[in-house]
């Protein structure tokens, strides 16, 4: 049975913040009500700014190691764990709930604020170290993660006992009020961070601006409405604290474009020509001046190498261009690179490209460099871009609408690729082929991930759709692309694996009426056919939307 509370007993001890006990009312300088209503503005801001913390971590364990659902669910499980232990921490503060909610609040923003410069300093200059640091990133990253949930974790005990010292009431009646404002600012916090914080701030700066919102809210809730349950020496120690930590945070707010310009060019390299951040991902060009050649980053990972992207696109292209070819889809390839190959073909009437990310298209319409390596792709008229979702767009696209269908994805490893490597996805894919028409799939490194690159084919044939496969390897060992984020795998693995698939088991030749690829010979194709067939793992069962297997 849970005893209700009672008066302290004359001559108990006073709290360490001030002069009464932790039962006897606060002697606040507003009315109750208003009291009351200001402790529930405070809930409301420290409980966004909570939810924004944790939204950082799982957006910065995406980005910066690898996107996948289980970094995701190591930050959010050890973050619920790390508040359940900060709440039975925050029960020997309750003596001094002021004075503890205060320090909380300064050590949260700080640890918090700073958190993504932190991480990305880490990444940046010590993630290609190896050896015992291999591992470094992802080790920091569940630190921070289980620091920050201890300190959001400890605050709802704290401020149930402030609330209580404003007004007593019924404990259901308090639980209610502070866990309303609780889950309404943590909807704002949830909403803040994709919509307006990502956007318009980015990663570091939203990080610090949180931080600096949630220190000043936490001292100006205790240093203004309890400064009389605070000893003065308290109430000092924590005007020097906070003043500190705002400091450190406006600092580093300050600095925090010089210090990305200067991880860029620790993850990077010194070339960097173009880095924007699109409504999509992060797009970093670098070289292409000086007879450097460009690489094209996305979200970190290498999806273009110039020097060595006509063997990967040629590849895909060519083969499943044999045959009746004009009408195409390219899904995928808003560099403009595949429909450059796709374009060398006569006969070619329409070609449609549905990309993701039209920031990326406008780079590669617009950018020197990019525009150059694509030959001027999207000046065609010929080529139709649509930007959007692949599999949205196919669902609404008419049955047999086209001849090939060239899909310029990235690599099924990634988190958020894997429902365009489902047998929902070729289903659809197989519905808008003409009855004779190609499908050509890069489907990850097959050496490197085989029993990735087999699920991609047992997902075709599930669909069906069989296909024949093939591997190009890339002779720059840093041209290839995987699903690792982490600096020291931008550069890996070391080729391509790809599958052309149809309704009936296709030929894998190439069109001998076709411009001869400059990379691609009849028997090169029959040769990396061969040393692909020779790592099939049998018996996978496909992926799909519901049980993802990549």
């Given amino acids: 049975m849970i005893e209700p509370h009672a008066p302290a007993p004359p001559g108990s001890p006073p709290s360490w913040g001030g002069p009464r006990g932790p039962e006897a009312p606060a002697r606040l300088p507003v009315r109750p009500a208003i009291g009351r209503f200001l402790v529930l503005a405070g809930v409301f801001v420290c409980a966004a700014c909570g939810l924004v913390y944790e939204l950082e971590l799982v957006a910065l364990a995406s980005y910066l190691i690898g ?44 640890v918090g604020g700073s958190s993504a410069m932190l991480l990305y300093a880490v990444f ?44 007593r009431q019924d404990p259901g009646g308090a639980v209610a009020d502070l866990f309303a404002a609780d889950y309404v600012g943590a909807l704002v916090g949830g909403l803040a961070f994709p919509f307006v914080l990502l956007p318009f701030l980015g990663q570091l700066t939203g990080a610090l601006l949180t931080g600096t919102v949630n220190a000043v809210v936490g001292a100006a809730l205790v240093l203004g409405l309890f400064r009389r349950d605070l ?87 060519h083969p499943a261009m044999n045959g009746p070819h004009a009408r195409v889809l390219v899904l995928g390839g808003g560099d403009g690179l595949a429909v450059r190959e796709v374009l060398r073909h006569p006969g070619v009437r329409r070609v449609d490209v549905v990309a993701l990310d039209p920031g990326l298209a406008r780079l590669a319409r617009h950018d020197p460099g990019l525009s150059t ?28 609408t086209y001849d090939v269908v060239i899909s310029d994805l990235p690599d099924p490893g990634i988190t958020a690729s894997t429902k365009l490597y489902s047998q929902e996805f070729y289903g659809l894919l197989r519905r808008v082929l003409a009855p004779d028409g190609r499908l050509a799939v890069h489907a990850g490194p097959v050496a490197a991930r085989p029993q990735a690159f087999w699920t991609v084919d047992a997902t075709l044939r599930a669909a069906g759709l069989p296909a024949v496969a093939y591997r190009v390897g890339a002779r720059d060992p840093g041209a290839a692309p995987g699903p690792g984020r982490a600096a020291a795998d931008l550069r890996a693995p070391r080729g391509w694996g790809f599958l052309l698939a149809a309704r009936t088991a296709p030929a894998l030749r190439l069109d001998p ?38």
């Avoid at 996948?68 to 959010?76: C, D, E, F, K, Y």
């Avoid at 390596?373 to 047999?400: C, E, I, K, Q």
């Fill in 231 to 317: 000893t003065r020496r308290a109430r000092w120690l924590l005007l020097t604290a906070n003043a500190v930590v705002l400091a450190l945070l406006a600092t580093a707010t300050v600095l925090a474009d010089d210090f990305e310009r200067a991880a860029r060019h620790a993850v990077y390299g010194q070339d960097v020509r173009v880095a924007v951040r699109t409504d999509v991902q992060e797009v970093v060009l670098t070289g292409d001046a000086d007879g450097r050649p460009l690489d094209l980053f996305l979200d970190g990972r290498l999806r273009v190498r110039a020097g060595d992207e006509r063997r990967y696109h040629e590849a895909l292209v």
């Fill in 67 to 110: 996107d996948s659902v289980t970094q995701a669910s190591v930050v959010l499980s050890v973050m619920v764990f790390a508040m359940g232990v900060g709440s039975l921490a925050a029960k020997r503060l309750r003596g001094l709930a002021a004075a503890g909610f205060a320090a909380l609040e300064a050590t949260l923003a700080l």
């Fill in 513 to 550: 009426a076709a411009p001869r690829p400059r990379t691609l010979t009849p028997d090169s194709l029959a040769r990396d056919a061969r040393e692909a067939a020779r790592t099939r793992v049998p018996g996978l069962p496909p992926s799909t939307l519901v049980h993802p297997r990549y």
């Fill in 373 to 400: 390596l694509n030959a001027h792709a999207y000046g065609d008229a010929r080529v139709r871009l649509v930007t959007g979702d692949a599999f949205h767009r196919l669902r609404s696209t008419p049955s047999a």
């Fill in 124 to 167: 940046a200059w010590t993630g290609g170290w190896g050896g015992l640091w291999a591992d470094g990133p992802r080790v920091l990253l569940v630190a921070f993660a289980l620091a920050i949930g201890v300190l959001i974790g400890a605050e709802v005990p704290l401020l149930m006992e402030l609330i209580q010292r404003v007004r």
